[in-house]
């Protein structure tokens, strides 16, 4: 039985130094997409996905590129603090950015400093809102572009299952910077409840774990485009469908069937009287977003 006779009276004598208290913190990573000039005018424009990078300013990782963040504050919530972070340390427009949770990272020697426990956030912007310039705690700020490849598999055969192990290059480069890092995917199926880790093998010029936060981020966007509306905040509002296609491509890594794809996105999307009228090419009808899309696709599952 407590001897406390009320929560006040308890909480007026509670000891805060009684546990640990870990540093929290928050890392934002933010993606857009954006034209790659055609050599060629009578062609369409490539789309290219890139992450938004950071070089830090001082030590932990002196020099090394990062995603912007850092630490949250007593009197704001964790996504106050992200989106804070991330307009002092690369003048984001944060109005005008998606924004979702991705994932805790609490690996006991993540950061060498302390034991620091990170909330990573997902970001997506159209690359017309961008005004990119570095804060106060960074040093640069800038672009990379960002692609992923699986570059071997293993699979290994236990009772009762198996374990997958997946390495994956992921890049990130422009024309100034290369950084190549390697991460490794193992996917555990023995009995009934599936494991899977996730773990940087290489990554010599990236700070933290960040590396793996950009991998799994970019996971989580191609898995969340297959069934969400999630891929709209990467386009402007009017857009043809040519556009939206090359969007999901690009997030996907690979060609879509044109047939297969204005089928499956022909709900998501309204048509308008307008035109895009390209140099070499015939004009294209644009389209939006339907906002009454995701109430419909509700009703159907």
């Known amino acids: 039985m407590s001897k406390y ?9 509670y000891d805060v130094t009684k546990y640990d208290r870990p540093s929290v913190s928050v890392d934002t990573l933010v993606f857009t997409i954006v034209d790659r000039k055609p050599q060629n005018y009578r062609k369409l424009p490539e789309k290219v996905l890139r992450a938004l990078l950071i070089k830090r300013n001082d030590y932990p990782y002196k020099d090394k590129w990062a995603l912007p963040g850092g630490f949250v504050k007593m009197d704001e919530d964790l996504e106050t603090a992200a989106l804070r972070e991330l307009k002092e340390e690369t003048n984001v427009d944060v109005d005008d950015v998606y924004i979702e949770q991705l994932y805790t990272y609490g690996d006991v020697h993540r950061d060498p400093r302390t034991r620091v426990i990170s909330c990573a956030y997902l970001a997506l912007t159209n690359a017309s809102n961008l005004n990119i310039k570095p804060g106060d705690d960074a040093g640069d700020a800038m672009w990379f572009d ?8 293993n699979r290994t055969i236990h009772d009762g299952g198996y374990i997958l192990k997946k390495k994956y290059r992921l890049l990130l480069e422009n024309e100034h910077h290369r950084f190549e890092n390697i991460i490794q995917v193992t996917i555990e ?4 409840h599936p494991r899977i880790r996730q773990e940087v093998l290489s990554s010599p010029d990236l700070a933290f774990d960040h590396a793996e936060i950009i991998h799994y981020g970019l996971e989580r966007l191609r898995n969340k485009i297959e069934y969400t509306d999630i891929a709209f905040n990467l386009i402007g509002d ?5 556009e939206l296609q090359q ?3 690009v997030i996907l890594g690979k060609e879509l069937l044109k047939a297969n794809f204005r089928r499956k996105i022909a709900n998501m999307v309204c048509e308008t009287n307008r035109f895009k009228k ?10 939006r977003f339907n906002p009454y899309w995701a109430d419909d696709h509700q009703g159907r599952d």
């Not at 960002?146 to 598999?153: A, C, D, G, M, N």
């Not at 009017?238 to 040519?242: A, D, N, P, S, V």
Request: proline residues 3%.
């Open 247 to 249: 969007v999901y491509e």
């Open 146 to 153: 960002v692609t992923s490849k699986l570059i071997e598999e």
């Open 5 to 13: 006779k009320s929560e006040e009276e308890f909480l007026k004598d």
């Open 238 to 242: 009017y857009f043809t469908l040519t």
């Open 278 to 287: 390209d140099v070499g090419h015939r004009p294209s009808r644009l389209y």
């Open 189 to 192: 199926r023995i009995g009934k």
